[in-house]
């Protein structure tokens, strides 16, 4: 029986919501793995990699050249949202007034594990495989180092929220620390992603950008709360259209689109709920398309034996560099190592940035596939280290700078 394309389109659309739920709920995996991770993981499942190589005629049926081409065009939409709203949740207000701190912390938890990574992939470079065909040794070196280095601000914010931190002083002190190293992190994105041949356009957009984000300040202080959701879709697209013809990716419009705003323009629970919708409605078409991407042609074990080494960079670095944040500053005990756990859960920006990078061919299918498992790891050992702790260093979390 012939199928139309929406009909196969809706059921894959199906297989996406229904299956991680399923995981979730039946296999009661909220300690270690909350929703987002287990769509993340069913991504790689039902990729070509996995259950696409099992069973490649489901794999061909469904997931055919047009459903593929819809399901990324909800994709690229949901990741631009979800990035947009990570930029407005940055507040360099409180990183400005503790910049010391601030700086100390961030640039060490940064730093730390980005030579750590860069130590791990400058490895890899003596073998074939890894490095994409686009890239330069030193951006595929910082690309990986920089991998190693990232915080999901938007992951951990729901981390703390089930951990039940979020707003106390310890938990805004992981913000800013966080927070700084976002914008680091897309900073050094637009420097590895520039193109020298169409530098041109580049400072095109940027000078275009800046003027651009001071008129929708502007327009944004005289019009009223619920309008400034879709004057702020608006301007998403337009920065996203912007970055990607200028050579850098939509992505780091999306991101610049969010962080040019205020996030106090913006009713705090509608925030909140504009991020937890956008991750029950729209994200689990990108993971899923994420998933499509994973390859596993260098053999299971070198991926594997590859994300190992810089989950090891990661979580190591950060607490390395937590842990000399912590001497100079003067922390209490055992205050390092729980900021560092938190500042190692990766999960969507690393995947987002990865996607990036796997867009630009400054990697390989292989690479990104194991960039993948060492977020996911990194993630699911979060809340089960950061627990038990929390309950013996209870005094820890009512405590400023």
Request: hydrophobic share 60%; with cysteine.
């Amino acid at each position: 029986m012939h199928m139309q394309t929406a009909e196969i389109f809706l059921i894959a659309m199906a297989i996406i919501f229904s299956i991680p739920y399923l995981l979730w709920r039946l296999g009661r995996t909220e300690y270690y793995a909350p929703l987002v991770v287990v769509q993340i993981i069913a991504g790689i499942l039902l990729g070509p990699g996995l259950l696409g190589a099992v069973f490649p005629t489901y794999y061909s049926f469904v997931f055919n050249p047009a459903v593929i081409q819809a399901l990324n065009g909800v994709a690229w939409w949901a990741v631009m949202l979800f990035v947009m709203i990570a930029g407005l949740e940055l507040d360099l207000s409180q990183v400005w007034q503790n910049r010391r701190e601030t700086g100390v912390t961030a640039g060490l938890a940064l730093g730390i594990p980005l030579l750590c990574g860069a130590g791990v992939a400058s490895a890899a470079l003596l073998f074939d495989g890894w490095k994409g065909e686009g890239a330069a040794s030193w951006q595929f070196v910082l690309g990986v180092g920089m991998s190693c280095a990232v915080t999901a601000l938007p992951i951990l914010v729901l981390l703390m929220e089930k951990l039940g931190i979020l707003r106390e002083p310890i938990g805004q002190r992981i913000l800013r620390y966080a927070s700084l190293d976002d914008l680091a992190i897309w900073g050094v994105l637009a420097l590895i992603l520039m193109d020298w041949s169409r530098v041109g356009r580049q400072l095109i957009f940027i000078a275009a950008f800046v003027a651009a984000a001071c008129g929708i300040r502007a327009i944004m202080r005289r019009i009223q709360e619920s309008d400034r959701w879709y004057v702020a879709l608006i301007w998403l697209a337009i920065s996203a259209f912007g970055a990607d013809w200028s050579g850098l990716h939509f992505m780091v419009g999306a991101f610049l689109a969010g962080a040019s705003l205020d996030g106090h323009w913006f009713n705090r629970d509608r925030m909140d709920a504009m991020r937890h919708n956008v991750l029950l409605v729209l994200m689990p078409v990108f993971f899923l398309s994420t998933g499509l991407r994973t390859a596993w042609t260098m053999g299971g074990s070198s991926v594997f034996l590859f994300a190992a080494a810089m989950l090891a960079a990661s979580v190591l670095g950060k607490l390395i560099g937590t842990g000399i944040a912590g001497r100079l500053l003067g922390w209490q005990r055992g205050e390092s190592g729980l900021i560092g756990w938190l500042l190692q859960t990766k999960a969507l920006i690393m995947i987002i940035f990865a996607n990036i990078l796997l867009d630009k061919q400054l990697i390989t299918n292989a690479t990104f596939t194991a960039l993948l498992l060492m977020a996911v790891g990194s993630t699911m050992l979060t809340v089960p280290v950061v627990a038990p702790r929390l309950k013996r260093l209870a005094h820890l979390i009512s405590r400023d700078a």
